[in-house]
């Protein structure tokens, strides 16, 4: 059992998302930087989906009454483990009393806390995720407030007793610095309706991140966008990293819990593996994109998963020096 002694400023339980209910007008929603997340569940020796808590700007303050193995993976945060500052990007291991305290980020601008065995939280549409705006998935549909209480299923391994002292090396890391992010993104269906100006500016000028930002849209301040002529569209199909030009010329950015269909032109697609780049863009960050082909997007996703299953097997392999398999 944990105790939430702290809520932070927006942390809610997340997995990699509902997938197969976009036709019912459900979003997929799940962890915003998939990547952090997928990797903290690694080091704990959970299945890549389990569901994590995504803390946002500043994290919450747990109490355990039991041990666990945990991971906190993600933005730079400052963390203590009653009151003794602790790493992130490696299992760690918690008692029961321990009080874990996690302050406000300091690089990039989410993170994520896998639990060994995962959380003890009911499916709902075949996840665990929080969608806020329905209040389905999650604790109560809601981000976690003080008071709030979480359960463990069944741990994984047993709590080691010695010290864990191997993690995700820095160059997993990298993608989180900078107040620049380069942003790889691919032409939209709607692309060649703007005019060669706009096009060329698009991906050549960089657009502020503005505090009008969530997990649904980054609305992005920069060069106005034009289009062509102002023929009205009819609503289709959008998705995380879609990039859509309101009437008014600036792009919003749609997220992980982004509606289905929109009725704005598409101008971009941002690739899936520079999503958890984006997700790590907080206010006041700078956003360049740089176009790329759908070609390369596609080997670029599976040069980033073919990484992941290698970080598996030496991540498995840790463990089983320690004397615990997976």
């Not at 990547?35 to 808590?53: I, P």
């Not at 569209?233 to 997220?255: C, D, K, N, R």
């Amino acid at each position: 059992m944990i105790e939430i002694i702290h809520s932070g400023f927006f942390t809610t339980v997340q997995d990699q998302g509902r997938v197969g209910y976009r036709k019912a007008g459900v979003p997929a929603g799940g962890a915003m930087d998939s990547l952090a997340s997928r990797l903290a569940n690694l080091l704990v020796g959970n299945d890549e989906n389990e569901a994590v808590l995504e803390m946002t700007m500043n994290g919450p303050t747990l109490r355990f009454a039991t041990d666990a193995v945990i991971a906190i993976c993600g933005g730079e945060f400052f963390c203590t483990l009653n009151e003794r500052p602790v790493s992130m990007w490696r299992p760690l291991t918690v008692r029961r009393g321990d009080v874990l305290a996690i302050g406000a980020c300091q690089k990039g601008y989410r993170g994520y806390i896998a639990f060994a065995g995962g959380l003890d939280l009911p499916l709902v549409m075949n996840s665990r995720s929080t969608y806020v705006q329905a209040a389905i998935g999650g604790l109560h549909g809601k981000p976690l407030q003080k008071g709030d209480i979480l359960s463990l299923r069944s741990r994984a391994m047993a709590v080691p007793n010695i010290p864990i002292r191997w993690g995700i090396a820095f160059s997993a890391r990298n993608y989180i610095d900078g107040k620049k992010k380069v942003i790889r993104a691919a032409a939209g269906p709607e692309y060649s309706t703007f005019t060669a100006e706009s096009r060329a500016q698009f991906f050549s000028l960089a657009y502020e991140v503005t505090p009008q930002s969530d997990r649904m849209g980054y609305r992005l301040q920069g060069q106005v966008l034009r289009r062509k002529d102002n023929t009205e569209m009819i609503s289709e199909a959008v998705a995380f990293g879609t990039v859509q030009v309101p009437a008014f010329g600036q792009p919003i950015v749609l997220m992980a819990d982004c509606q289905t269909t929109g009725g704005y032109p598409r101008i971009a697609q941002v690739i899936a593996a520079d999503l958890p780049i984006l997700a790590q863009a907080r206010p006041g960050d700078l956003i360049q994109f740089q176009k790329v082909s759908w070609q390369e997007a596609q080997r670029l996703y599976v040069e980033r998963e073919r990484q992941l299953k290698r970080w598996k097997i030496i991540i498995q392999q840790k463990w089983r020096e320690m004397g615990y398999a997976h």
